[in-house]
């Protein structure tokens, strides 16, 4: 067989891809052709469907309504999702646990949940307390759909008039879907889902419904909630007894329960239900003359004496009992009492120590909020406070606010380094300049203080130091590189924390070690109890024992186990070093007489945060100060208002118990007591080869080296008589202050990281 030629064979080729070419380009041509002529045909039937003029416009802008309103419905179902993922099936079937709480001694101190203000049905309600509740907070409640536009316009005009009292916009809707699901946090997101979680409610429930949940839910002051409770607290009888006047005061609570308190102040109680009657004729709910004996004859309530309502602790309290529910713990039981370890005596000297802190020096420091927690050393919650007014805001700073610890975090970096077995409380450092890639911390007032021991840099609250340290446990790693050993030293601080009883998210950044992450008063607290109870993890807790209805216990605390997480040793080093900041550091304003104190001040940058976090072989304390709305107080440190704080509260825990030793702290004083004793019986012996004057040269140089103790430096140096605000000149506790500290040193906390850097953050 004869093969074809190679120019034959590219002839055929070329004519087939010509003719492939020619088929597609008439198949284009074609399905173009095509395609106008449908195109004409659609136009030319489509004729009839056109529009001119005013039509045109009119379609045209349904058209456009159709569109932004399908993108609107997206963008506002993106936004419900937050709201809507607050809500559960069984979302009030959720709420029916009834507890009772008693203290640490069986006596009750208060109740939550639903049933506590459930025993009154909605028809058995007077209908004077609904008229005066709605002429006051909600006049067109039965109208609207959960946001009353109208109401919201007619508030803000009569605001913005000047003219009369400040009026609200929300609806009752709005302030229960707050009280149910939200907090008091003032945020565009809070609003956002308060909104939705409104229509959500009034798609629920009914009109009614939804107004005695309201009734029965709202904080009315006095450590009472709802109608029912603040009826027989303030006026001794039933709901269904009280008169017009009394109605009146009663629906002037909902506003601002603490302000407008009888028992707190009552002019103001009976101003607020002048207005109150005059908005029930201006509804129409009344008459000008129905109203003249109620104010003729205002409302005066019974007397009580001064109430401790740990509120802040009891709502706190409630939710771990729920939780406890939730996993299962409680069985099906839903009426349960709790005994907490609450003491009302520490719980009255925290409320004390804080109103009088901010009512005597808040505007001198621009401070209006305040956080505290006091724990046994095993956890055991004994007191909280979680702002100055639990009336005004039931927003619990001490369990719920994420603030920057400042250097009150640096204890976690210390104990990472002292379990690491690179270091010990007498181990030298040198204070000097660090970088950690292009961010470069200081210390406050920019200067430095050469070699030192670790317990001095403690005492001193140097920045440089912890920042040292990290990368050094990265080091022993064996991690060479300086960055990469930074971030694994840091990486066993969060570790460290986390597993010492810090639950919030830590941000690892290079200025993590000097306190630039957020955690909460009860995370500081948890961490430090460790210290305090020989090295065992204290999770919070305030639920002892709980019984359900029959009296049976079905809980007991004391059935769990607590975790080593720090070594005897560690715990005894960090409790001489974090002794050393109270008795001669930052935070001597804390000092107990006759009391060990241990702990630690924090002072964030720009003075935002203030803190101190400090112990004993009885309790551990945390406090922190500062605004809401994180704008920076007045130069306010840990060592004042906090460690003074500190101190009110604990000085009077500490009277009339038998005080615990702080794990390995005294056997290490007796240590240094024995090496002081030897030194000195070396010198005895000695005096008797020498002459009088090598004697007192010798004995000059031995007092130079020799360390002072605690309690000579604490004689020297009372504490307190610093000017408030201003920091404190630190005692060194090795040599004469000043022989022992460099110039410049100053002993604030201040985490001045930032100065170098422009901020706290990665490099």
């Not at 707050?178 to 308060?194: G, P």
């Not at 450092?429 to 030192?452: E, T």
Request: hydrophobic share 40%.
């Amino acid at each position: 067989m004869r093969l074809p030629s190679l120019k034959s064979l590219t002839t055929r080729i070329s004519r087939a891809a010509l003719a492939f070419d020619a088929w597609v380009n008439a198949s284009l041509y074609e399905g173009g052709h095509s395609t106008t002529e449908a195109y004409e045909r659609f136009q030319a039937r489509m004729q009839v469907f056109s529009v001119r003029g005013w039509k045109r416009f009119a379609l045209d802008l349904t058209s456009e309504g159709v569109t932004l309103g399908t993108a609107g419905a997206m963008v506002l179902l993106f936004l419900a999702q937050p709201a809507f993922n607050l809500t559960s099936d069984n979302w009030l079937k959720a709420q029916d646990l009834a507890v009772t709480f008693l203290d640490r001694y069986g006596t009750e101190v208060g109740r939550r949940g639903i049933k506590h203000d459930d025993s009154l049905k909605f028809d058995d309600f007077p209908e004077l307390m609904i008229k005066a509740l709605l002429s006051t907070e909600d006049r067109r409640f039965y109208e609207h759909w959960g946001i009353d536009p109208i109401g919201t316009a007619r508030a803000l005009v009569s605001n913005s008039s000047g003219k009369g009292n400040m009026q609200g916009g929300s609806t009752i809707t709005q302030q229960l879907a707050k009280n149910l699901f939200l907090t008091n946090e003032r945020s565009l997101e809070r609003k956002v889902n308060e909104a939705f979680l409104s229509f959500w409610l009034e798609t629920h429930l009914t009109k009614n419904q939804i107004l005695k949940l309201y009734l029965d839910r709202a904080y009315m002051g006095g450590g009472t909630f709802g109608a029912v409770a603040a009826a027989d607290y303030y006026f001794g009888k039933r709901l269904q007894d009280i008169t017009l006047a009394e109605a009146a005061m009663l629906a002037g609570l909902f506003k601002a329960p603490t302000k407008y308190s009888p028992n707190v102040n009552l002019p103001a109680a009976r101003g607020r239900a002048v207005d109150v009657l005059h908005n029930m004729v201006e509804a129409g709910f009344v008459t000008e003359g129905q109203i003249q004996t109620a104010l003729r004859n205002p409302a005066t309530p019974v007397t009580r004496t001064k109430d401790i309502t740990a509120d802040y602790y009891l709502d706190w309290a409630f939710g771990e009992v729920k939780r406890m529910a939730d996993a299962g713990k409680l069985r099906s039981d839903r009426v349960l009492t709790v005994k907490t370890p609450l003491d009302l005596s520490i719980q009255r000297s925290a409320d004390q120590a804080v109103e009088n802190m901010l009512r005597r020096l808040g505007d001198q420091y621009d401070v209006d909020e305040a956080g505290v927690v006091i724990l046994d050393p095993d956890g055991a919650l004994r007191a909280m406070v979680g702002g100055a007014d639990y009336g005004e805001s039931q927003f619990n700073r001490a369990t719920d606010a994420l603030r920057q610890p400042g250097s009150s975090f640096k204890p976690y970096v210390y104990a990472a380094a002292l379990a690491s077995g690179l270091y010990k409380p007498d181990t030298a450092v040198v204070d000097s300049p660090v970088c950690v890639g292009n961010w470069c911390p200081q210390n406050y007032g920019r200067s430095y203080s050469g070699r030192q021991p670790l317990w001095l840099a403690v005492a001193k609250s140097v920045n440089t130091i912890p920042i040292k340290i990290t990368t050094a446990i990265g080091k022993g790693l064996g991690i060479t590189h300086e960055w990469n050993a930074a971030k694994a030293g840091r990486a066993k601080v969060i570790q460290l924390a986390k597993a010492m009883g810090v639950t919030t998210p830590l941000t690892d950044t290079p200025s993590l070690p000097i306190g630039a992450t957020e955690v909460t008063v009860m995370d500081q607290a948890a961490g430090f109890a460790v210290f305090a109870n020989g090295g065992k993890v204290a999770k919070p807790y305030a639920a002892t024992e709980v019984r359900n209805s029959s009296g049976e216990v079905i809980y007991r605390h004391a059935d769990e186990k607590p975790v080593q997480v720090l070594s005897s040793q560690v715990t005894a080093d960090m409790n001489y070093m974090l002794n050393k900041v109270v008795e001669e550091g930052t935070a001597r304003k804390a000092q107990i007489e006759g009391v060990k104190v241990a702990g630690k001040t924090g002072t964030t940058n720009g003075y935002r945060d203030a803190w101190f976090v400090g112990y004993t072989g009885n309790y551990v304390g945390a406090v922190w100060y500062g605004n809401d709305d994180h704008s920076p107080t007045n130069k306010m440190t840990g060592g004042s208002l906090p460690a003074m704080t500190w101190h009110e509260i604990m000085a009077p825990a500490h009277q009339g118990i038998e005080l615990k030793p702080m794990p390995g702290l005294n056997e290490r004083n007796r240590g240094a007591q024995v090496v002081q004793a030897q030194a000195d019986n070396a010198a005895a012996s000695t005096a008797g080869k020498l002459s009088r004057r090598s004697f007192e040269v010798l004995s000059s140089l031995n007092g130079l080296f020799r360390t002072v103790e605690p309690s000579r430096s604490a004689a020297k140096n009372e504490p307190g008589k610093t000017e408030p605000g201003k920091p404190e000149p630190a005692r060194s506790g090795a040599l004469a202050p000043d022989r022992m500290r460099a110039p410049g040193i100053a002993p604030v906390d201040v985490a001045e990281g930032a100065r170098a850097s422009g901020g706290f953050g990665t490099p």
